[in-house]
Structures are given as structure tokens and as C-alpha cells.
């Protein structure tokens, strides 16, 4: 079974300061990864996804996240915070049964994301 | 392109009544699926319908039921309410359930609250 752990539910940083969002996911099979973004009384957007092909993946508003296998990761990243970029983010793993996608998404509990002027 | 409504936005219930929620996808869209995000619990998979069939569902009691229409509309159901089915109750649309997995597109939800 997929699953998906996000390190720290709540990440402060400065404005102009890297963003740096956890997660790891456990997965028996060639995961497709996701990361959403869910702002105060909204629905989820989503960021950016890898599904198998460049390990590096260039999202919306700046955001991009590095698939590594060996470490089981897919962290999120953004050079510079800014003000706007406050609101909650999600990693989600695509569940898969007998070797195919089932299609929901397995979510990590959520990271916080605060910046500070 | 609109994106995906859900009806009611908002909406108080008392244990024990039944709840109506209400989701029209993307133009376009078939595939409907619906999450219950809770603080403690977070956000969990519910139920996923493609061409008015239920194609999978999560680990969650026979009280929670949906069903989608030939418009590709879709409704879930809660009988009898607990308080614990306090939530935030998201629906997401696609293009197909599987291809590409997983990359829904979400409306703003409708929260209930049960007293």
C-alpha cells in the first residue's frame, strides 16, 4: 500500500527566504507523486506532479520538487517566499492495486506554511 | 471554463438527520470523486464514480453513499449523522479516473457541521 509523510505540520520562513516542504512516501511500485495547495476556505490546487518521466518538476508560482528514489522523496521547493505563498500544501500518492492506478490520491496530513514580512 | 461547483457551501444538520451534497464537474468531465477533509483525520477518499458506476471506494461505512448522473453530476449522501462527520466535503473532476492518475481538479467543498 502507498503512503505519504509530511515532515513538520507547520514551516515558517521570511519573505525572499527558501521554501523548503517535506515529504517522503512509501510505495512498492513506481509512484506518481503530487503536490497540492489549499488556500484558506478553497479547494486544492495542484502545484506540479511527477509521473515517472524528468526527476525534477517545475510547478506553478515558482514551486518545483525533486523526485529521488533512493531517498524516497519528493520535497518541495521555491527560491523566494513571497506573502501570497501562505496557505497549506499537500504531497499525495496515486494509490495503485494490482499494478495499475486506482486514481484517488493518498494525501499527506498537510504542511503549514507561514511567511513572515 | 468553470470549474467544479459543490452546493450547499455551507450547512448545519443535527445527529441523527441526513445530508444532501451536491458536485457538478468541468465541462467535460466524468470522472467525479469525493474527499472528507477533517483536522484530526485529514483528507480522505471517499468514493469515485466514472459513467454513473461507482469505480472504487474508501474505507468509510455504508452510510456515506453517492451516485452520479448521465450529465456527469454528481451527490453523496450521509445518513444518520454523527458529530465525527463534521468535515469539509470536497469533490475533484477529470477528464477519465486513471489517465493521467491523479490529477484532479477540486471545488471549494461544502462543510458540514453536525450539532
Known amino acids: 500500500a502507498q503512503s505519504v509523510t509530511q515532515l513538520g505540520s507547520h514551516v515558517s520562513v521570511s519573505e525572499g527566504a527558501l521554501v523548503l516542504l517535506r515529504c517522503n512516501y512509501s510505495?512498492?511500485?513506481?509512484?506518481?507523486l503530487f503536490w497540492y495547495v489549499q488556500y484558506p476556505n478553497q479547494g486544492l490546487q495542484l502545484l506540479l506532479k511527477?509521473?515517472?518521466?524528468?526527476?525534477l518538476v517545475k510547478g506553478i508560482n515558482g514551486f518545483e520538487a525533486e523526485f529521488k528514489k533512493s531517498e524516497t522523496s519528493f520535497h518541495l521547493t521555491k527560491p523566494s517566499a513571497h506573502m501570497s505563498d501562505a496557505a497549506e500544501y499537500f504531497c499525495?500518492?496515486?494509490?495503485?492495486?494490482?499494478?495499475?492506478?486506482?486514481?484517488?490520491?493518498?494525501f499527506g496530513k498537510g504542511t503549514k506554511l507561514s511567511v513572515k514580512p | 471554463k468553470a470549474g467544479v461547483t459543490q452546493t450547499p457551501r455551507y450547512l448545519i444538520k443535527t445527529r441523527g438527520q441526513q445530508v444532501t451534497l451536491s458536485c457538478s464537474p468541468i465541462?467535460?468531465?466524468?470522472?467525479v470523486s469525493w474527499y472528507q477533509q477533517t483536522p484530526g483525520q485529514g483528507l480522505q477518499f471517499l468514493f469515485e464514480y466514472f459513467s454513473e458506476t461507482q469505480r472504487n471506494k474508501g474505507n468509510f461505512p455504508g452510510r456515506f453513499s453517492g451516485r452520479q448522473f448521465s450529465n456527469s453530476r454528481s451527490e453523496m449522501n450521509v445518513s444518520t449523522l454523527e458529530l465525527g462527520d463534521s468535515a469539509l466535503y470536497l469533490c475533484a473532476s477529470s477528464l477519465f479516473p486513471r489517465i493521467p492518475p491523479g490529477e484532479l481538479f477540486f471545488g471549494e467543498g461544502s462543510r458540514l457541521t453536525v450539532l
Open positions: 510505495s512498492s511500485v513506481p509512484p506518481y
Open positions: 465541462s467535460g468531465h466524468r470522472s
Open positions: 499525495a500518492v496515486s494509490e495503485i492495486n494490482n499494478g495499475g492506478s486506482q486514481g484517488n490520491l493518498i
Open positions: 511527477y509521473t515517472s518521466a524528468a526527476t
